[in-house]
């Protein structure tokens, strides 16, 4: 019987060869190859937002494009940057343990400089948040490179104990020495005693500085490939970062020479999705041929797969060209980190904005290209040619187009007319317009900074259309967050980690005014990470407003002993950071600083002996309350005297009062009835003027009605007259002169 405990089967490593074809087909078969649907639409998606033709337009029809694709995404883009450019700090670090509490305040301080000032973060960020809005996925790629400078220096005149400490140092490379006699007699006795042998030596050396830091970069979508059904990018099987590169550049990353040099370069690869990007830039392709300038397809792929034979699968990181593997190890973790603006649940690829309304943009592009058409033809119509008016030069002369010009033809008259087209381009505006409703509710996208503030309107409504504000940007504010807990919060969790591993140097820099020195090796690296920027429904106003408040409650406080004089300080601090100030120490005393200790130290030895004040403050009450008793005294006797002064005012007032309404009423007893007179008088005189004014307005009347009855009776008369004289006319027999009156002779 065989006993299985001591059989040991030695594990298989996987070789290069395998690897490399393992790999190959993974690339194939990966999201983001030339023939998949994704990559499809991410092209189409960034051919609607530069505008470009949609393969259908006609020649001497219209061509315009609508820019909705473009039009909603440079809106939001500056929206969901905001809350991140504008602090100092983007995410912070809680502390896994006690111990962490020492340095986490500086792991954040040195993550967001790592991003602000070791790399151009902004731009970064800019541009993956702008490739999720337009191409489904923004794709942040964060690496630790070393950066090794070598200096050459020459020393000359040293001792050999100076030559032997250089030997010593790691740093230094010695690349020649040599050696001249020394008259010591020349020297004084201390000098002497280090050029024992007589020599003074010249050392030729070159000096490394290491060093290294974070390097982020913005992936193209093009360049960025993963294994299918990904929900997201940690337990992703398969996900590879493919780059154009030339042969120098693979030397440059230190990669064996040889191996380099054996490399194909690249012959009749698909590079459309590459050139989608640059569609305007004409490129040339009879170039003198360089080798070190051969074009490489460099493939950095991570790919989860049992490489060492052991029966476990482990994260390989390989670099190939081809089939050739240039380098390949065991990683923790793939360097990738992405973002969609639309996130699709358990989806790691979701929907950008521009698939939100690239049909809207392709509606209205049809709808203005009709509009305009049928402008063109309203304000240039065709004309109608009947075969009578062609002459020689005919349709020469309408295909020449020039106002005033001339049109030669054969016939006569107005034989050539314009052929009128119906002005329908108010319909199509309607239409462009309900586009436009549609697109701003699909994507949540509407062009604010435009409209009044509500206040200045109606107060009453100004809540309201804050409420209404809120609502306007609540996919925006999605959006951001998103960002954040996807996207940011683990890019800064790999530099922390990237920080503890690497950085094996303490490193100086200038924080908020001071130099720090920072010393990371002893850090902990798996700390969790929190948003540490104003992401909620607060925007900037609401910050400000929230931290006046803050200090109010903070001072009261202060007042009863509930805050101290640091407490006082943090919030000073969030009121800078509201305003946009990066220093508060410039405008409010740190207590933790050496002059806040200083004066901190000052008010505690002022403060006097808590019996004397007891003491004080006793003889202070009783001081008071003798006081209380003398002036409730003087106000009661005041109070007496006014209170009698009073009453007899009030009697002198009613008497004054009494005596000016009897002389009132007596008056306007008086006046009523003399009023009562004059109104009598009035009427009677009103009715005799209408008595007038009806008599004459009758006898006007009369006489109208009088003279039209003449005037018809002298108009039938003339009637009369004239049938009689028509009558006698025809009556007479007619002259056949020929001629006839205001005619000529017929």
Not at 22 to 49: I, K, W
Not at 174 to 187: K, R, S, Y
Request: a negative charge; charged letters at 30%; proline letters at 4%.
């Amino acid at each position: 019987m065989i006993d299985r405990t001591e059989a040991k089967i030695k594990p298989v490593e996987m070789t290069d060869e395998q690897l490399a074809l393992l790999l190959e087909e993974q690339n194939r078969t990966a999201v983001g190859y030339n023939s998949d649907q994704v990559s499809n639409e991410q092209d189409e998606n960034l051919d609607r937002y530069l505008g470009l033709p949609y393969g259908d337009e006609e020649e001497g029809a219209s061509n315009a494009m609508s820019m909705d694709v473009a039009e909603v995404v440079d809106w939001a883009v500056p929206d969901l940057l905001e809350p991140f450019i504008s602090g100092d700090r983007i995410v912070e670090f809680e502390p896994s343990t006690q111990a962490d509490e020492e340095w986490v305040e500086q792991a954040a301080d040195l993550a967001n400089f790592t991003f602000y000032s070791d790399n151009p973060g902004v731009l970064i960020l800019h541009d993956v948040i702008k490739t999720g809005c337009i191409q489904r996925l923004g794709v942040i790629k964060t690496v630790w490179e070393n950066e090794n400078k070598r200096t050459e220096h020459t020393a000359t005149g040293l001792p050999i104990i100076s030559v032997d400490m250089l030997r010593q140092d790691p740093s230094i490379e010695i690349i020649e020495v040599t050696g001249e006699p020394v008259d010591q007699a020349m020297l004084d006795p201390e000098t002497a005693q280090a050029f024992l042998d007589g020599q003074a030596y010249t050392v030729k050396l070159a000096r490394t500085k290491r060093g290294g830091c974070n390097k982020l970069y913005s992936v193209p979508p093009e360049q960025f490939k993963l294994s299918q059904r990904s929900s997201d990018l940690e337990t992703a099987d398969y996900c590879c970062h493919e780059t154009e590169v030339r042969r120098h550049q693979l030397l440059d990353m230190d990669f064996d020479p040889k191996l380099v040099e054996t490399l194909n370069a690249n012959k009749d690869r698909d590079t459309s999705r590459q050139d989608r990007r640059f569609p305007e830039e004409t490129r040339s392709e009879n170039q003198p041929h360089n080798p070190g300038s051969d074009l490489l397809t460099l493939c950095e792929e991570y790919y989860r797969v049992d490489a060492n034979g052991d029966g476990k699968a482990e994260l390989i990181q390989a670099f190939r060209v081809g089939k050739t593997i240039l380098s390949r190890e065991e990683v923790d973790e793939n360097p990738f980190d992405a973002w969609s603006a639309d996130r699709v649940p358990n989806r790691l690829i979701g929907l950008g904005l521009a698939d939100k309304v690239k049909q809207t943009q392709k509606i209205k592009t049809h709808l203005t290209r009709q509009m305009l058409d049928n402008v063109y033809l309203s304000n240039n119509p065709r004309i109608e040619v009947p075969d009578a008016a062609v002459g020689e030069n005919t349709f020469e002369d309408l295909l020449t187009y020039r106002i005033g010009g001339l049109i030669r033809t054969k016939g006569q008259g107005n034989m050539m007319r314009p052929i009128e087209t119906p002005d329908r381009s108010a319909t199509a505006l309607t239409a462009i317009q309900y586009m436009d409703m549609v697109r701003e509710q699909q994507s949540g996208i509407t062009k604010n900074g435009m409209a009044l503030n509500s206040e200045s309107i109606d107060p009453k409504s100004a809540t309201q259309t804050r409420k209404e504000d809120r609502n306007e940007q609540a996919r925006k504010r999605l959006m951001t967050r998103m960002i954040a807990e996807t996207l940011l919060v683990p890019v800064f969790r790999k530099i922390l980690k990237n920080i503890v591993k690497y950085q094996d140097f303490e490193r100086q820099l200038k924080l908020n005014g001071k130099w720090v020195m920072m010393d990371p090796r002893g850090w902990h690296a798996d700390l969790k990470a929190r948003v540490a920027t104003g992401l909620g429904h607060a925007n900037k106003d609401e910050q400000l407003q929230a931290a006046m408040a803050l200090l109010n409650v903070q001072q009261q406080g202060h007042a009863l002993g509930l805050v101290t004089e640091k407490n006082l300080f943090k919030g000073a601090e969030k009121l800078c950071q509201a305003l946009g100030y990066k220093q508060p120490e410039e405008l409010f005393l740190n207590p933790d600083s050496e002059e806040g200790q200083q004066i901190m130290q000052a008010r505690a030895q002022a403060k006097p002996d808590p019996k004397m004040i007891e003491v004080q403050g006793k003889q202070q009450i009783a001081q008071a309350q003798l006081q209380a008793k003398t002036q409730m005294a003087q106000v009661d006797l005041q109070a007496k005297q006014q209170i009698a002064l009073a009453e007899m005012r009030f009697t002198q007032e009613k008497q004054y009062l009494e005596q000016q309404a009897k002389m009132a009423f007596d008056q306007g007893k008086a006046q009523s009835a003399l009023q009562s007179e004059m109104v009598k008088l009035n009427l009677q005189h009103q009715q005799k003027m209408q008595q007038i004014e009806a008599e004459a307005q009758i006898a006007r009347e009369q006489m109208a009605a009088e003279f039209q009855l003449s005037r018809e009776e002298m108009q039938i008369e003339a009637g009369i007259a004239r049938e009689k004289n028509q009558l006698m006319a025809k009556a007479k027999p007619s002259v056949g002169n020929g001629v006839r009156m205001g005619g000529t002779v017929g």
